[in-house]
Each structure stands twice: as structure tokens, then as C-alpha cells.
């Protein structure tokens, strides 16, 4: 069947920084959406988003399959800390997040828009809302 497509979220989360679905997967394969987008987040202990996000124009959930993971709103903490503890926020809310253990979460957010992309250290310092594919 061509519009079936079957993976692993560990393995296929190795590209795109754990994106597995989003406008940044190419023209024509089933991944790809300007609608939604879907994240498999694999987190080390002590692993944190680069900078916070801001200006945010999507609206995510974010769902806890293992570990402890802390989401930071501006004035709020948030602690996901058994499985299946979730949290969702709208546009317009700032955010991080740090892992507290070894963590694997689940991302939705929609619509799915370019412009969120956390730069790498090599790519140069971070200004705005940076540049490039998929975002952690």
C-alpha cells in the first residue's frame, strides 16, 4: 500500500530532533503536515530545552510515557511525573522544559509551522525565533 508508512518512533526520532511528523518532513511522504506535528523525545537526565520558547502561535500537549520531566511556563512549574501525566498549553505561552530523570515524552502540537527551530551551538548565537527544520 502506498499511503502506509510503519517505523519505530525510537529509531525514525533519530532525524529531525524526534520529530516523526510535521511540515519539515519532505513533499509527498505521509509525515508530512502543516497540520499537526508529533515528537518521540528521548531526554537524558538533566537534558533542557536551549532557550525558552516565545511568541508562540501553536498549541501542544505534551504527554509523559517514562521518567520525570519538568514543563516551565513563565510563573508556573509543571512536573509530569507519572506516566501519563500531561500537560497542554495555547498559543501565546512561553515555555521550557528539563528533565528531571531519564524521560521519553510525546509532543503534538498544531498547526505544524516553520520558524521554532532552536539553532545548534555551531550554528551561532540564538536571536529571534531562529531558523532550520524541526525544533526540540
Do not use: C
Not at 532557550?51 to 501542544?60: F, I, M, S, V, Y
Not at 519538568?70 to 501525566?85: A, C, F, M, N, W
Not at 509532543?107 to 527544520?133: C, F, H, K, M, Q
Amino acid at each position: 500500500m502506498e499511503n502506509v508508512y510503519v517505523g519505530n518512533a525510537a529509531i525514525d526520532a533519530a532525524g529531525d530532533r524526534g520529530w516523526l511528523l510535521g511540515h519539515f518532513k519532505p513533499l509527498g511522504d505521509l509525515r508530512h503536515s502543516d497540520d499537526v506535528e508529533i515528537k518521540w523525545g528521548t531526554h537524558p537526565p538533566g537534558d533542557r530545552r536551549a532557550r525558552w520558547a516565545t511568541g508562540e502561535r501553536r498549541t501542544a500537549l505534551l504527554v509523559l510515557i517514562s521518567g520525570r520531566f519538568r514543563v516551565e511556563l513563565r510563573g508556573r512549574s509543571v512536573l509530569l511525573g507519572k506516566q501519563g501525566d500531561y500537560i497542554v498549553w495555547g498559543p501565546g505561552v512561553d515555555h521550557s522544559w528539563y528533565a528531571e530523570e531519564e524521560s521519553i515524552v510525546l509532543t503534538v502540537r498544531w498547526p505544524s509551522i516553520p520558524g521554532y527551530a532552536v539553532p545548534d551551538a555551531e550554528d551561532g548565537p540564538v536571536n529571534g525565533l531562529g531558523a532550520g527544520t524541526a525544533d526540540s
